[in-house]
């Protein structure tokens, strides 16, 4: 492989992200004053935006899988896939938002319930807003989430591998802007998806650590301080690291599969020992609000701009996952390699959202219905925050001792692949020359965004500057709407000027597959 480093795209993102640091180390009230207002305009501006465009990409998830370029493989009808349909569910199930519905399924009801949008009138810890909760976990972690993610990223598989452009976001943009205009402005497309998502990335390494940590705590009851956290932050820094130096095939694969696994007798000893009944009622009554609702509760936040409920949650999470979807989707487009566009939608959308679904009817609607009998949990999450409630709530259950450390490994291993592939396209964002989907860029340069990401959430969680970074992820959230919107009307383009020799050719690809 001929390639060498893009300069442009590795230097501002990396100067403009230490510059943040320093600004938040040194002078952290300008600097938290300054995102936040930042922030608020951001939210307050476009916030009816990031719902609608939300609503848009899983519509378009929808059209796609009907419209007849659904049949085309990715890679040409010569291409063989590079993972097998299994490994590859879930790499990608791992790449997305599992490591995220694998914390809040739990904490995150709970907010629902003891405290609802005020413009709903919904009584605290009441029957009413366990089904709102279960509704609004329904809404943020399930179908729209995905959506976000997968339209992008069949739009990268097919204009990269199929129309043979170059392992750029411009491969994405160019349907709309043209070729010539796209390549010129490459580099600053790819340098701000990098500095949109590095923060972002890097609150969720925090988090999750923090998350690790308090569980490790709630277990062995030792102390949390500096070294454990940095202890946790190098171990998983130095597993996604050498993961993703190992190439796709092995590390990332591995760690996957191992993921499933355990996400699966996890689910299966709480639903063992959980009230099934009610759980499954509080599911089926939650998903019927979802369902009938959708539309009111993905726009909540644009029709009471007032209330800070929709910002603090749908639109939070709509412009985080937007400024994610665009190097994630380089990852997801890449591994789709050898299956038709209608596969990688059901692998990327349909089945995972399936899997949320399960995910949240059991832990969702387990500590939903301990809540609505005891009220404990939600006591716990006011006054000792949602890492005490989460861990109180497995400690619930009759296996604990069991339950506990398999929770703590599971989000452990989810932050660590999770880790790995987005740096595995940030590393080969960096690179040009990458054509082929076995092609991966140096180990230095994924060495080189490991450590610094690494470097980054341990120095926030240090000076106790997580708030700052949030923010900063948050707003990186208006570029990442920017692409969304890019992206949805170059896929609109794509599917209107379908070409015929495309259609032919997916005609005789299943006229040798029935043969």
């Not at 993972?83 to 914390?103: D, H, I, N, P, R």
């Not at 380089?330 to 050898?338: A, D, E, K, P, W």
Request: proline fraction near 4%; hydrophobic fraction near 50%; charge should be positive.
């Amino acid at each position: 492989m001929n390639s060498k480093i893009r300069w442009w795209v590795v230097l501002p993102p990396s100067v403009l992200i230490v510059i943040s640091v320093l600004l938040n180390i040194f002078i952290p009230d300008l600097f938290l004053n300054t995102v936040n207002y930042l922030n608020n305009k951001i939210l307050n501006i476009f916030g009816e935006v990031f719902s609608i465009v939300g609503i848009v990409m899983l519509l378009l998830c929808i059209v796609i899988y009907i419209h007849p370029i659904s049949k085309t493989k990715i890679g040409g009808k010569d291409a063989k896939p590079i993972l097998k349909k299994y490994t590859w569910f879930g790499v990608a199930l791992c790449t997305s938002v599992a490591a995220g519905v694998l914390f809040w399924a739990i904490a995150e009801p709970l907010y629902h319930m003891i405290d609802p949008p005020k413009f709903l009138g919904i009584t605290p810890n009441s029957k009413e807003s366990a089904i709102f909760a279960m509704s609004t976990m329904f809404l943020h972690w399930c179908f729209t989430p995905y959506a976000i993610y997968t339209v992008p990223a069949v739009l990268f598989a097919y204009m990269y591998y199929n129309k043979k452009k170059t392992n750029s976001l411009s491969s994405i943009v160019s349907p709309l802007i043209g070729d010539k205009l796209a390549n010129k402005i490459s580099p600053f497309i790819d340098a701000l998806a990098l500095y949109t998502l590095i923060p972002g990335m890097a609150s969720s390494l925090a988090t999750g650590i923090l998350t690790i940590c308090g569980g490790i705590n709630y277990a062995t009851g030792i102390t949390v301080n500096t070294m454990m956290i940095f202890i946790v932050m190098a171990t998983i820094v130095s597993m996604f690291i050498v993961s993703c130096t190992t190439g796709l095939t092995n590390g990332i694969r591995k760690l996957s599969n191992l993921n499933i696994v355990m996400f699966g007798v996890l689910i299966l000893i709480v639903l063992i020992f959980t009230d099934f009944g009610e759980v499954v009622k509080l599911g089926s009554n939650g998903f019927g609000s979802y369902i009938s609702d959708f539309i009111q509760n993905s726009t909540l936040a644009a029709s009471h701009p007032d209330d800070s409920w929709g910002k603090s949650w749908t639109v939070f999470y709509w412009c985080n996952w937007m400024a994610w979807a665009p190097i994630t989707a380089l990852f997801l487009g890449r591994i789709s390699y050898g299956y038709t566009i209608r596969e990688a939608i059901f692998v990327n959308f349909i089945a995972p959202a399936i899997c949320a679904i399960v995910w949240i009817t059991v832990f969702s609607g387990s500590v939903i219905n301990i809540q609505v009998k005891q009220n404990a949990l939600g006591n716990i999450l006011t006054q000792n925050g949602a890492e005490s409630a989460v861990f109180k709530f497995l400690e619930i259950f009759p296996l604990s001792s069991i339950i506990i450390p398999l929770f703590i490994a599971v989000l452990f291993i989810s932050l660590v692949t999770s880790c790995d592939s987005t740096t595995s396209s940030m590393s080969n964002l960096c690179y040009s020359g990458i054509k082929r989907a076995e092609d991966e860029a140096g180990i230095l340069i994924k060495i080189f965004w490991g450590v610094l990401i690494g470097l980054l959430g341990f120095i926030m969680l240090s000076t106790s500057g997580i708030d700052g970074i949030k923010i900063l992820s948050n707003i990186g959230g208006l570029p990442g709407l920017l692409i969304q919107v890019i992206t949805a009307l170059s896929t609109i383009i794509i599917m209107i000027k379908f070409k015929k020799e495309d259609k032919d050719e997916v005609k005789a690809e299943e006229k040798v597959k029935n043969s």
